[in-house]
Each structure stands twice: as structure tokens, then as C-alpha cells.
């Protein structure tokens, strides 16, 4: 089973990269790839160029093998620069490259609930599982019909197909926020201990995220 984890990655930071790596380990996942998005279509545009954010994320998973980066969105935005990065366009690509294994997509809760406002959205289920990384205490009772006919709470499903389940996985969740880091820096503050060290570096160098 692979992990397909995406995101603007705006700057990447360990909430990320901590959820990335539990997930990963409870599903005994070949590997997880961060896929950076090049135009979101359902949230504000980056605030650095698609080379920083992708620079960023080489520099955070330099020494860790179990994960891996796939530029697809990247590369199609470069052919198309009008057109949206569309989760469904991008698992359809992948599907098309890993013909028979199980793709777990992995979001947040916040994004789980805005999910059905997302282009083409149950298609997702074509392609991939969904998994949702959640807080204690989340609450799944006002699902839909649509969602609880495709839960499950037995990890085993998600390897026995490959795609079509839905599963709430509980995870140490760093309260940790790109724009809270964007911001800290823009009003000269330390966000030490929140992102790599490297990815600190690479933003001081390039001055990201600062303001006059």
C-alpha cells in the first residue's frame, strides 16, 4: 500500500512530516509521497513560487527514506498553468502507474468535512481509500449515507482492495499551522522547533515569507 499525502506545503513543517510518518507505520505502508500542490482550488494561492515549496520539502525529507516526493501536480501545471491541481486528476495519474495497489489518500479532518466541495469528489473513492487523520473525540455520526456505506474501522480492507473504504485514524496531531509560521516570520519572530532546521535556513536565505 502506498500513502499519497498532499498539500501546498507552504512551508512544510513537523505536522506534516510527523503525520506523514505515523500513518505510514500504522499501515505498514511501502512508502508515502508528498505531493505538492501547484494551484489549490479550494483554498488561497501559495505565497512563494511552486521551486521554493518544492525546494523546502527536498531539504525536510533529505535523510528519511520512507518518504518520497512526486511532482505530477508540479509537472502538469507546467504544461497548463490556468488549470486547478484537482486530487481526482492526480489519483487518476497515479492509478494509471500503480495498477493494482491499494492508494490510501491521506487528509485532515478539516478537509474531510469540506470534502464534497471538492471537483468530481466521489470519483476519489475510484481511485484510492480515503483516509482521515483525526483529533479524540471526532464525531462521524452526521455522515451521509454515501461515507458509511464505505467505512470501516479494520485496517485489513484497505489491503484486500484497492481503493473504494473509507477509514478514521486517531494520530498525534502537532497543533502546528503554515500560516501561524508565515506569520511569525513576516513579524520577525523564531519559529524554531516547528519546521527542519534546513528548511529554517533555506527560508532565511531566500528571505521567504518577509515582509518591508
Not at 512563494?48 to 520512507?66: C, F, G, H
Not at 487518476?92 to 469528489?121: M, V
Amino acid at each position: 500500500m502506498i500513502g499519497i499525502f498532499g498539500g501546498t506545503f507552504d512551508p512544510i513543517h513537523y505536522g506534516h512530516l510527523r503525520s506523514a510518518l505515523e500513518v505510514k507505520d500504522s499501515f505498514k505502508l511501502t512508502e508515502v509521497r508528498l505531493i505538492p500542490c501547484a494551484k489549490p482550488a479550494h483554498r488561497e494561492q501559495p505565497s512563494v513560487r511552486t521551486d521554493n515549496r518544492l525546494q523546502m520539502l527536498q531539504l525536510a525529507i533529505k535523510n528519511q527514506t520512507e518518504l518520497t516526493i512526486d511532482t505530477r501536480e508540479l509537472d502538469r501545471h507546467s504544461l497548463s498553468r490556468e488549470v486547478p491541481s484537482y486530487m481526482v486528476d492526480t489519483l487518476k495519474s497515479l492509478r494509471q502507474d500503480l495498477k493494482d495497489e491499494p492508494l490510501l489518500l491521506i487528509i485532515g479532518s478539516d478537509a474531510f468535512k469540506q470534502l464534497t466541495n471538492w471537483h468530481q469528489w466521489p470519483q476519489l473513492f475510484d481511485y484510492a481509500h480515503i483516509v482521515v487523520l483525526t483529533r479524540p473525540g471526532f464525531v462521524t455520526q452526521q455522515m451521509d449515507d454515501f461515507f458509511k456505506d464505505r467505512l470501516t474501522k479494520e485496517k485489513g480492507e484497505l489491503a484486500q482492495t484497492t481503493a473504494g473504504k473509507l477509514f478514521m485514524e486517531q494520530i498525534t496531531q502537532l497543533d502546528i499551522s503554515a500560516t501561524a509560521i508565515r506569520n511569525m516570520i513576516a513579524n520577525k519572530q523564531n519559529p524554531a522547533y516547528l519546521l527542519p532546521d534546513a528548511v529554517i535556513e533555506y527560508i532565511k536565505k531566500n528571505k521567504l515569507y518577509e515582509t518591508n
